[in-house]
């Protein structure tokens, strides 16, 4: 665990994990052996690719889903069922489009049985403090965005949670009103003008991590699991263009984009409970890239190589825009990453100066040595009389490891990278996968 300066344990998971048992039986798990502790007077950020269980563990620490395994304690009492302590702001704004703003900020107290004049003096306080004076009597409909999610912000912390628990609460506004209401929250938070003892915060943006958070959990996926958990030594408010700054989120995407390495060197991580290894994945998780957006990457790449940080910002990307492409990218083999710093490789160069026809041949090339999936759909195909194999059967393969959803997912990204390849054909009436009467030979080596 990561110490800190806070002294009070206001949540402590242990062991936990999370499965789901799919229809055939196989059972799928999201999160495996989490533990850490969240104590009270700081705000965590909980960072990761897209699957990796970050809102699967905010729920929960809400409990408003149990975990398959382990314990989860609130303050020093056994999780059961909905936790008392916390309130959740969603992206979504979840709000009653009937209610006034009023109403909805009181919906909470109404559940909690608060008396009606208490109720609506609690609910007024908080409209006043998140800036809606003036709005109370204003439906959700006569409110712009940013102004719907301050009336979620309010009905959280109008029941006094010991833990604000927030999914993405920014994803869904423009950028310039986010990044208004991420300053006014942190001024209400350093302030101590709301109840609230401690926020968790799920996030996609590592620049929101950095710029809010006291401590940033990193999370990994297949299964989900802690790779990375530290504090961030910064004084608020945080200066974005500081190289001490830049450091932090360089870190962090150097952690994310080495999703093999639980080790990396000059990462500064205060542990005290190893978090338990995973086992090796039989498939690998592969992002839903099509081959068209890795080769804009690469082409930009050219003449921007570098900090991946920086790009990203060139680029107008977040984590969970840029990741996929990356991790694509460098399964591939057409770049490479060290130390934060993306780079192309030789194999990129080539497939830079590519024609069509050579740029194939080098993706080609590439699947079949580094894709599991592909390369299994190929040799089966080869070796297969009719050369034509019905999806199904490779979905059966893959559902012991993956959702049913995701599993479809996985197969349709291996079948556009291995039809850009020219590797085999998809017919999607018959959904079957079959190499085309003029293949030859077989390229497996």
């Not at 242990?14 to 999160?31: A, E, H, R």
Request: hydrophobic share 40%; with cysteine.
């Amino acid at each position: 665990m990561v110490s800190n300066t806070a002294t009070t344990s206001l949540m402590r998971l242990q062991g936990v994990s999370k499965s789901y048992l799919q229809p055939n039986g196989q059972s799928i798990t999201i999160l495996s052996s989490i533990n850490f502790e969240l104590a009270e007077g700081e705000i965590v950020a909980l960072l990761g690719p897209s699957g990796s269980g970050k809102s699967t563990l905010m729920r929960m620490i809400a409990g408003l889903i149990s975990p398959s395994s382990g314990e989860i304690y609130y303050k020093s009492s056994h999780l059961r069922g909905l936790n008392p302590g916390v309130a959740i702001i969603f992206q979504t704004f979840a709000l009653y489009p009937w209610l006034t703003v009023q109403e909805n900020v009181e919906l909470g107290l109404k559940a909690k049985g608060i008396p009606l004049e208490e109720r609506k003096n609690k609910a007024l306080k908080m409209i006043d403090v998140i800036g809606l004076d003036g709005f109370e009597g204003a439906y959700p409909k006569e409110l712009s965005g940013g102004m719907r999610q301050r009336v979620g912000f309010a009905r959280a912390l109008a029941v006094e949670p010991e833990l604000l628990c927030m999914d993405e609460p920014f994803s869904a506004l423009d950028v310039l009103t986010a990044e208004n209401l991420r300053t006014e929250l942190l001024d209400l938070w350093l302030e101590k003008r709301i109840p609230t003892k401690s926020i968790l915060i799920v996030t996609h943006s590592i620049e929101e991590a950095v710029t809010l958070a006291d401590r940033i959990i990193v999370l990994g996926r297949n299964p989900g699991r802690i790779r990375a958990d530290f504090r961030v030594d910064l004084p608020h408010y945080r200066d974005r263009k500081s190289p001490q700054f830049e450091a932090y989120v360089d870190r962090i995407y150097r952690i994310i984009t080495h999703p093999d390495q639980d080790d990396l060197p000059e990462i500064n991580l205060d542990v005290h409970q190893k978090q338990a290894a995973p086992e090796p994945a039989k498939y690998q998780s592969l992002p839903s890239v099509r081959i068209g957006a890795i080769a804009g990457f690469v082409e930009i790449l050219e003449n921007r190589q570098g900090d991946l940080y920086r790009l990203a910002q060139e680029m107008l990307l977040e984590l969970d825009d840029l990741y996929p492409i990356v991790e694509a990218s460098k399964m591939m083999e057409l770049v490479s990453l060290n130390e934060g710093d993306i780079h192309l490789t030789q194999i990129g160069k080539k497939f830079i100066d590519g024609s069509i026809d050579q740029r194939k041949e080098i993706i080609r090339q590439q699947v079949l040595e580094n894709i599991r999936l592909v390369k299994q759909i190929y040799a089966s195909l080869v070796a297969n009389p009719r050369k034509r194999i019905s999806e199904e059967f490779f979905l059966e393969l893959l559902q012991p490891y993956f959702t049913q959803n995701e599993a479809q997912r996985q197969l349709d990204t291996a079948i556009a990278w291995g039809r850009y390849a020219e590797l085999f054909v998809y017919d999607e009436p018959s959904g079957e996968i079959y190499i085309e009467p003029i293949e030859q030979e077989s390229l497996l080596v």
